[in-house]
Antibody
Framework: QVQLQQSGPGLVKPSQTLSLTCAIS??????????WIWIRQSPSRGLEWLGR?????????DYALSVKSRITINPDTSKNQFSLQLNSVTPEDTAVYYC???????????WGQGTLVTVSS | DIQMTQSPSSLSASVGDRVTITCRAS??????LNWYQQKPGKAPNLLIY???SLQSGVPSRFSGSGSGTDFTLTISSLQPEDFATYYC??????????FGGGTKVEIK
């Protein structure tokens, strides 16, 4: 059974960096058949795909255009986890953030518990 | 981006009712359409993938159909635990996944 456990602060000041980590059990961040994704959810923007990291003989990343200049998703093979960094946050980045596993036809079959991140001074 | 439009945005139904939710894509997405259920305070849960395949462990009262631009999620006999919000998600333009706005199923 795959489990994704998220960690990170729930409050970030404007202009600072949002950092979250997702620890994986029951699968490997280096899996050749999965991608590891960050999604956020807010009342104003709904469910929004942010980006992914995945391994297919080498590491790849893809990011949503809306955050491409501010986002980094990194795998950590030593700890079997992956992370999200979002720079220069504003109150519009306030949302529940989820880490997610995607397989096959990009169905999202395992989700972390979600972290409410509030951007406020 | 491919836009996903769900209808209705909310509905009221009784236990035992047959419920149908529609999702329309702004362009053809073949069968690259997934459905999720979300309960308050919880992450979404995958129900149906590639339009009509039932995810392991999901009750058979849930079914999906459609291809191209028009898709349907059907709950054949609504149960108390099915009151939730349902989302469609396209993966045709992967990695840029997009979601519908959701349909909230409430108790009549």
């Amino acid at each position: 059974q795959v489990q994704l456990q998220q960690s990170g602060p729930g409050l970030v000041k404007p202009s600072q960096t949002l950092s979250l980590t997702c620890a994986i059990s029951g699968d490997s961040v280096s899996s050749n058949s999965a991608a590891w994704i960050w999604i956020r959810q807010s009342p104003s923007r709904g469910l929004e795909w942010l980006g992914r990291t995945y391994y297919r003989s080498k590491w790849y990343n893809d990011y949503a255009l809306s955050v491409k200049s501010r986002i980094t998703i990194n795998p950590d093979t030593s700890k079997n986890q992956f992370s999200l960094q979002l720079n220069s946050v504003t109150p519009e980045d306030t949302a529940v953030y989820y880490c997610v596993r995607a397989v096959e036809a990009a169905q999202l079959d395992y989700w972390g518990q979600g972290t409410l991140v509030t951007v406020s001074s | 981006d491919i836009q996903m439009t769900q209808s209705p945005s909310s509905l009221s139904a009784s236990v035992g009712d047959r419920v149908t939710i529609t999702c329309r894509a702004s362009q053809s997405i073949s069968s690259y359409l997934n459905w999720y259920q979300q309960k308050p305070g919880k992450a979404p849960n995958l129900l149906i993938y590639v339009a009509s395949s039932l995810q392991s462990g999901v009750p058979s009262r849930f079914s999906g159909s459609g291809s191209g631009t028009d898709f349907t999620l059907t709950i054949s006999s609504l149960q108390p635990e099915d009151f939730a919000t349902y989302y469609c998600q396209q993966s045709y333009s992967s990695p840029a996944l997009t979601f519908g706005g959701g349909t909230k199923v409430e108790i009549k």
